[in-house]
């Protein structure tokens, strides 16, 4: 099992550290070549208005639309996230749209640009998750078949639509690696069902 991190812009190292702290092999993932190797992709914090203009320029939008149609697990952390989001409140920017959600940019105030909470998060557990929030967006809309994982001050932080996942904040940044393998497991699930769908169809 290999996983990808896009490595456009963002904190590329500190997700593939800490995909190999859970267990995983990792590479940085720069071009359609390299996304075609991969099992599962990651889409790191950074900065959204860049790294959308920069994912058409790498030719990189079209085939992880493709992959993540075709089953392929995505996550995206904080600017990942609002990148694979359906829309952007505050922004009027084509995004990767593959999960149904509507996000709004550096969302929790100046006061809150940056911190540190006990996140409870069900699906991983009873001991709460160190959440570093980082000039974070929150989510305002969820689909109907949006699972809503996580909330911090009545704002959706965490979601899942079937092989998407989206968190608000940085597990990458900790060493709680709760988040990266709960993703881990859901990249293992698709490769076991890999060609599944098409004879069941
Ligand atoms: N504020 C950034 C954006 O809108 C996201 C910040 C982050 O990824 N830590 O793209």
Redesign the pocket.
Known sequence: MLVGVLALQ?DVDEHIAALHRAGAEAIAVKTPADLERVDGLVIP?????TVMKLLDRFHLAAPIKARVKDGMPLWG???GM?VAAHDVADLDQPTLDLIDITVR??AFGRQNESAEIGLPVAALGEEPFPAIF????WIERTGPSVELLAERDGHGVMVRQRDVLGTSF?PELTSDARVHAYFLKMVAEAKKNVGKTSTAA
Do not use: L, V
Not at 45 to 49: I, K, V, Y
Not at 134 to 137: G, L, Q, S, Y
């Open positions: 963002g914090g950074g900065e959204s208005t952390t904080c600017m609002i940019r550096n980082i000039r974070a967006p940085h």
